[in-house]
């Protein structure tokens, strides 16, 4: 003889329903049935077979009714008088900056370059460093205009960055790769001007044809 499945009143306290997990137990021949607390969705399992006792719509019923009162929103903090939470403004969009400020200022931390931080410090880096990559975008498109060229490429940065003295100072010791060199050819290899022969020839008088 077949046992007939019972289900666990749910309890109605509401501060049980935080941690209520509703189990319907059935017999070894049919699979477990679990409704969590957690899942706000509940996907019913179909049984091999039916069993005695317990239609298929008593139990659709019972877990319909069950899912609605899991699915019941609980009250917010400090007595549901909590509003809407207010949008996340980043670091940087605080300070007007486009280099991320939070990233490094976690860079900062990570390095244990000193024992404290201050809140300035990560502000004034990515500051820095933005006004860098834009001083050298700046002078490496004019090379590329100057180029006739529509992409920046290591030449580019080369040439932007060795034809400024200050920028040229502070990489001074850099290499940028496939980048080449200046262009540069010593003045005692070029070939040496002759006006003064020039002129002498232009003065003498031509010969007489034969």
Avoid: C
Wanted: proline share 6%; hydrophobic share 35%; no cysteine.
């Amino acid at each position: 003889r077949r046992k007939i499945p019972t289900v666990r009143s749910a309890p109605r306290d509401k501060r049980d329903l935080q941690h209520l997990s509703f189990t319907l137990s059935i017999n070894t021949t049919f699979p477990l049935i679990a409704l969590t607390a957690h899942n706000s969705k509940f996907k019913e399992k179909e049984f091999t077979t039916k069993p005695v006792g317990f239609s298929h719509s008593l139990q659709r019923n019972r877990f319909t009714s069950f899912s609605d009162h899991v699915t019941m929103e609980a009250p917010k903090g400090a007595g549901g008088r909590r509003g809407e939470r207010k949008k996340a403004i980043s670091k940087s969009i605080k300070a007007g900056l486009q280099f991320p400020v939070g990233r490094v200022a976690r860079y900062l931390k990570k390095g244990r370059y000193s024992r404290r931080l201050g809140t300035g410090a990560p502000i004034y880096l990515a500051a820095v460093l933005e006004y860098l990559a834009a001083e050298v975008l700046e002078l490496a498109g004019n090379a590329a205009r100057d180029n006739k060229k529509n992409r920046i490429n290591p030449r580019h940065v080369l040439l932007a960055v060795r034809n400024d003295d200050e920028l040229g100072k502070l990489l001074q010791g850099v290499t940028i790769a496939s980048g080449g060199v200046l262009p540069n050819i010593n003045p005692v290899l070029l070939p040496k001007k002759t006006t003064s022969a020039s002129t002498e020839r232009s003065s003498s008088p031509k010969s007489p044809n034969k």
